[in-house]
């Protein structure tokens, strides 16, 4: 069962909110978010209401002020708890390619990749196919940057993942429930 816990002020301090089930407006429930205990289940949560604007992804843990969860801000307005989509032996693929539509060079990932410049020689990954679990995009090296959650199935442009931009850093399996 999944459960998260939003806090007002850093270090788990102030009013906080507790929730078990997707939610497309946390406005209600408080102004701002400072701090957050995911005690089960992976999440998404959104800088804007109804699942928009730039996304983090929490799996079980403690976050004590939003830069621990690469946060531009204070603002989360919504969030969607997904489940971990490996294989039964916890297997993880994933295919990324330097252009739309599958096309250009591609190069296939098993395991985290902290610098995707260091692996693949093409500054932008256009489109990517997701054959087991669920990935997190970081805009940036090292997992850092904006976050973009894909799961099973064919992101056949950028914009498909909810990318601006074709810029794509590192990126990591969601490996915990």
Not at 34 to 48: C, D, M, P, Q, T
């Amino acid at each position: 069962m999944g459960k998260i816990i939003f806090f007002e002020d850093k270090n788990f301090q102030g009013q906080c909110y507790e929730c078990n089930t997707d939610c497309p407006d946390l406005h209600a429930f408080f102004s701002r978010c400072n701090s957050i205990r995911v005690e089960g289940g992976n999440w998404a949560l959104y800088e804007k209401t109804n699942y928009v604007g730039y996304q983090y992804i929490l799996t079980r843990g403690e976050y004590p002020d939003y830069q621990h969860w690469n946060g531009y801000s204070d603002s989360i307005k919504s969030c969607q708890m997904f489940p971990m989509l490996g294989t039964p032996g916890g297997l993880f693929k994933i295919r990324i390619y330097e252009r739309p539509e599958f096309g250009g060079q591609m190069m296939e990932l098993t395991e985290d990749c902290s610098s995707i410049h260091d692996r693949f020689p093409y500054r932008e990954v256009q489109s990517s196919q997701v054959l087991d679990g669920s990935w997190v995009f970081y805009e940036h090296p090292n997992f850092r940057g904006r976050q973009y959650l894909l799961e099973r199935g064919e992101y056949r442009r950028f914009s498909d993942w909810g990318a601006s931009f074709p810029t794509v850093g590192s990126c990591r399996r969601i490996t915990e429930l």
